[in-house]
């Protein structure tokens, strides 16, 4: 990313430890990133952004992934975590990344992975339980 002029802007208010299956969690952020970072090259956007956020709220735990990317299109928002469905094309895109980034936090380790479009781009929430006695 730093090699694309990218900038990543930590903001971490959070440092809970979580029990979570970790190389899963990363493969995530790895592909959340790449998502990122391929969106700012097919759109040539100028000083591109990402910032990642760490808070806790509650009983929540909220890894925050955020672009200025000018985000993902109304009439496709609902479907970017649907198996095979991508924007790319097919020599870079499977449509299986965010799918199953979907399932690695929501079957795996029982969060929730939420997106919506901002003023200038796009928000992924990772969202993990602190008490698994309580539900989300």
Same mark, same amino acid.
């Given at each position: 990313m730093q090699n694309n002029g990218i900038e990543i802007v930590k903001e971490y208010q959070a440092d809970t430890e979580l029990s979570l299956y970790q190389n899963e969690v990363m493969q995530v952020v790895l592909n959340l990133l790449k998502n990122s970072e391929d969106n700012f090259l097919a759109k040539n956007i100028s000083d591109p952004k990402v910032t990642i956020s760490t808070r806790s709220d509650g009983n929540r735990? *909220? *890894?925050? *992934?955020?672009?200025?990317?000018?985000?993902?299109?109304?009439?496709?928002?609902?479907?970017?975590?649907?198996?095979?469905?991508?924007?790319?094309?097919?020599?870079?895109?499977?449509?299986?990344?965010?799918?199953?980034?979907?399932?690695?936090?929501?079957?795996?380790h029982k969060g929730i992975l939420n997106v919506k479009n901002t003023e200038?781009?796009?928000?992924?929430?990772? *969202?993990?339980?602190?008490?698994?006695?309580e539900s989300l």
């Amino acid at each position: 990313m730093q090699n694309n002029g990218i900038e990543i802007v930590k903001e971490y208010q959070a440092d809970t430890e979580l029990s979570l299956y970790q190389n899963e969690v990363m493969q995530v952020v790895l592909n959340l990133l790449k998502n990122s970072e391929d969106n700012f090259l097919a759109k040539n956007i100028s000083d591109p952004k990402v910032t990642i956020s760490t808070r806790s709220d509650g009983n929540r735990y *909220i *890894i925050s *992934i955020c672009d200025n990317g000018k985000g993902i299109p109304e009439d496709i928002l609902d479907k970017i975590f649907d198996p095979y469905f991508s924007t790319k094309d097919e020599k870079t895109g499977t449509g299986l990344g965010l799918y199953m980034s979907k399932i690695m936090i929501e079957d795996h380790h029982k969060g929730i992975l939420n997106v919506k479009n901002t003023e200038d781009g796009v928000c992924f929430e990772i *969202i993990f339980i602190l008490d698994p006695s309580e539900s989300l």
